[in-house]
C-alpha cells in the first residue's frame, strides 16, 4: 500500500485498475495480416526479454508501407521496446534478449550474421528527448550521410533534409551554429532532418513530442503527416489524442502484450477488446 | 480553517532559533577546519619562498648541481631529468591509460572479468608509489636492462598514474551521455565511429584534466626513482632515453639531506621551480574543467 502511495500518479491508478484488467478477456479478432507487398517490417510471436522479465510478448505486428502507424499503451507495456527492436537499439542494453522473428522486407534481422549497421541506415530513428550531436547544424545533418558513403553534394543534401524537416527557413542563416542553440522543438525537427538525410524507409519515433511544448508537438505531428507520402513511419506515444490525430493505424499494447491493431478510426470508435476500450476511454493508463 | 490552523500549529515545535543557531555553528566550524588547511599551506610556502626566493637565478637554472659550492650550484641536470621523464610518462601513459578505458567503456562486456578489472585499477590507484619502484628495479631496470636510465625511470612512473589516466578517462566518457552514442548507433554508425567522431570529442576536456593531474603527480615524485638508483649528482643533460638522470624532487631530497645550511637554500630554491611548474600545470587543468562546464550542453 505504501509502495502505491508513493509512486507516480499514472503508475498508482494503474496498479489499483490491476485487478479488473488483468485478465486477458480476448474476443474475437479481426485478421490483422497485410499482403506482403504492403508490410515493411513484420512481427512474428516476437518476444523481447530483460533478463527474464519480458518486455513485448509474443506480438505479431505488420507494419504497412507509407503509413503511419502508431503504438500506444500505459507506461511500461513494451512499446518503445518493440520499436527500438525494429533497428536493433536494443542490441545497446546488455541484458535484452530476442525471441521470435522480425523481418525487414523479408529479411529477418535478427537471424545470426545479420549486421544491424546497414539496417540502421534504412531505418531512422527519433528519440523521446531531442538528442542533437553537439556540433554545427549543418554537421548534424550531414554528418550519418558521410559516415554511411553518401557520394552526392553533402550541402545539398543539408538544405534538402532541412526542407523537409520544415526547418530550413528558421536555420539557413546559422548552418554553423551550435544544433544546442536552438529550441527544444527546433532541435528535435533537426534531430528528424538527420534521420531522413539518410533516405532511410522506415522513420521510428519514439514519443518524439513528449519533451515539446503544444506548438512545437503541433509543427511536429503535421511534419509526421507530410513524411509518410516517403516514408513509413512508426510512431510510438502515450498521447492516445496524437495517434487518433496523426496515425493511419493504431496498435495497441498492454504489459508486453499486443491487444488490438487496426485502422486508427476502427481502433477509437469500435475497439474489438474490452482494454482497449477501457484505455482510449481513460479508464486507466 | 483558523481553527484547523491553530490545532495544527500546536501540534509542531519549530525551535527555529535553535536550529538556525546550531546550523551557524556547523557552518563556523567547518570555516575553521578548512581555514587551518589553508594556514599550513600559507606558512609551508612562504617559508619555502623566505628560503629559497633570494637563491633563484638564471645561473640556478642554468648550472649543474656542484657538492662543493652551493652559490655555483643549479638544476640544469634535474631539470632535463624531469623534462625528459614527463615527456617519457606523458607519451607512455596517456595512449595505454585512455586505450584501456575507451576499451572497458565502449567496447567490454559488462561481466564479472571486467568488474573485477574496475575494481583492481581502483585499487592501483591507491598502490605507494615505492612499491612501483620496487616493480620497477624488478622488471625495467634488471629484466629488460634498462639500466637506471631516464627510460626506466620515465616508465615507472607511467605505470604509477596509469591507473589515475584510466580512471579520469573512464569517468569522463561515463560523463557523455548515452543519447549521444544512440543518435550516432541510430543513423548506422560503427562502434568505432560512434567513439571516434562523439564520444572521445566530448569526453576529451575529461580526459585532458586527468591526464594533467595525473603527470602533475608523478613530476614530484621522488621514492620510485630513488629505489632504481637515479643518481644524485649528475653533470650532464640526458641526451637519450637510455642515459643517467636526475630530477628535481631526486635533487631536493639531496640537498635537503646535505650538512651544509647553503644547500638547505637551494633545496628551498627547488621546490620553489617545482611549484612553478605544478602551478600553472593545475591552472591548466582547472581552467580546462571550468570551460567544459560552461559549455555543457546537455
Not at chain 1, 25 to 47: F, K, M, N, W, Y
Not at chain 2, 52 to 69: D, E, R, Y
Request: hydrophobic letters at 50%; charged letters at 20%.
Amino acid at each position: 500500500m505504501v509502495k502505491v502511495l508513493e509512486s507516480e500518479a499514472p503508475a498508482r491508478r494503474v496498479a489499483l485498475d490491476l485487478p479488473l484488467v488483468r485478465i486477458p478477456d480476448r474476443g474475437p479478432q479481426r485478421e490483422h495480416a497485410l499482403p506482403s507487398s504492403e508490410r515493411v517490417i513484420r512481427a512474428e510471436q516476437l518476444t523481447i526479454r530483460y533478463g527474464t522479465f519480458a518486455a513485448v510478448r509474443e506480438v505479431t505486428l505488420d507494419i504497412p508501407s507509407h503509413r503511419v502507424t502508431a503504438i500506444i499503451g500505459p507506461s511500461g507495456c513494451g512499446k518503445s521496446t518493440l520499436l527500438r527492436a525494429m533497428n536493433r537499439m536494443n542490441d545497446f542494453v546488455p541484458s535484452a534478449s530476442v525471441a521470435g522473428k522480425l523481418f525487414f522486407r523479408g529479411e529477418d534481422i535478427y537471424r545470426p550474421g545479420f549486421d544491424p549497421v546497414e539496417l540502421r541506415r534504412r531505418i531512422g530513428m527519433v528519440f523521446q528527448k531531442p538528442n542533437p550531436f553537439p556540433k554545427s547544424i549543418a554537421k548534424n545533418v550531414s554528418w550519418g550521410a558521410a559516415i554511411n558513403g553518401y557520394q552526392g553534394n553533402l550541402d545539398d543534401l543539408v538544405e534538402r533534409a532541412l526542407h523537409q524537416a520544415a526547418l530550413w527557413d528558421e536555420v539557413k542563416d546559422k548552418l554553423d551554429d551550435n544544433a544546442y542553440t536552438l529550441s527544444g522543438g527546433q532541435q528535435q525537427r533537426l534531430c528528424i532532418a538527420r534521420a531522413i538525410a539518410l533516405q532511410p524507409e522506415v522513420l521510428l519515433m519514439d514519443e518524439p513530442c513528449s519533451a515539446l511544448d503544444p506548438i512545437a508537438t503541433a509543427r511536429i505531428e503535421d511534419l509526421i503527416d507530410q513524411l509518410k507520402a516517403q516514408y513509413t513511419v512508426v510512431l510510438v506515444t502515450h498521447n492516445m489524442q496524437q495517434a487518433a490525430r496523426v496515425s493511419d493505424r493504431t496498435a495497441f499494447m498492454y504489459m508486453g502484450e499486443l491487444i488490438e491493431v487496426d485502422d486508427t478510426t476502427v481502433i477509437f470508435t469500435k475497439p474489438t477488446q474490452k482494454k482497449t476500450q477501457d484505455y482510449i476511454t481513460g479508464r486507466f493508463g | 480553517m483558523t481553527g484547523a490552523t491553530a490545532v495544527s500549529s500546536s501540534l509542531f515545535m519549530p525551535r527555529v532559533q535553535r536550529r538556525r543557531r546550531s546550523g551557524r555553528a556547523f557552518e563556523l566550524l567547518c570555516m575553521l577546519l578548512s581555514l587551518f588547511g589553508l594556514a599550513f599551506l600559507a606558512v609551508l610556502i612562504g617559508r619555502v619562498l623566505w628560503e629559497g626566493a633570494s637563491w633563484i637565478s638564471v645561473k640556478f637554472l642554468t648550472n649543474f648541481p656542484s657538492q662543493m659550492f652551493p652559490e655555483n650550484a643549479g638544476i640544469k641536470s634535474a631539470l632535463w631529468g624531469t623534462i625528459w621523464l614527463m615527456a617519457i610518462t606523458t607519451l607512455t601513459a596517456v595512449p595505454i591509460g585512455v586505450a584501456a578505458a575507451v576499451y572497458l567503456e565502449e567496447y567490454a562486456p559488462r561481466n564479472r572479468l571486467t568488474k573485477l578489472i574496475h575494481f583492481n585499477i581502483t585499487n592501483l590507484a591507491g598502490v605507494p608509489s615505492i612499491v612501483y619502484g620496487i616493480l620497477g628495479l624488478a622488471v625495467f631496470v634488471r629484466w629488460f636492462r634498462l639500466d637506471r636510465s631516464v627510460l626506466s625511470g620515465g616508465l615507472i612512473l607511467c605505470l604509477l598514474v596509469l591507473p589515475v589516466v584510466t580512471i579520469a578517462s573512464r569517468e569522463a566518457l561515463l560523463a557523455v551521455p548515452k543519447s549521444i552514442r544512440e543518435a550516432a548507433y541510430a543513423l548506422g554508425a560503427t562502434r568505432w565511429q560512434t567513439v571516434r567522431w562523439h564520444v572521445l570529442p566530448a569526453a576529451l576536456p575529461g580526459i585532458m584534466t586527468g591526464i594533467i593531474l595525473a603527470v602533475s603527480r608523478a613530476i614530484g615524485e621522488a621514492a620510485p626513482l630513488i629505489i632504481i638508483g637515479a643518481v644524485t649528482y649528475v653533470a650532464f643533460v640526458p641526451t637519450g632515453p637510455l642515459d643517467y638522470f636526475t630530477a628535481l624532487p631526486i635533487q631536493i631530497y639531496a640537498w635537503t639531506d646535505a650538512s651544509q645550511p647553503e644547500f638547505h637554500h637551494l633545496a628551498a630554491a627547488g621546490i620553489i621551480v617545482l611549484l612553478g611548474i605544478l602551478l600553472p600545470m593545475n591552472a591548466v587543468a582547472v581552467a580546462v574543467r571550468a570551460s567544459q562546464q560552461r559549455k555543457k550542453l546537455w
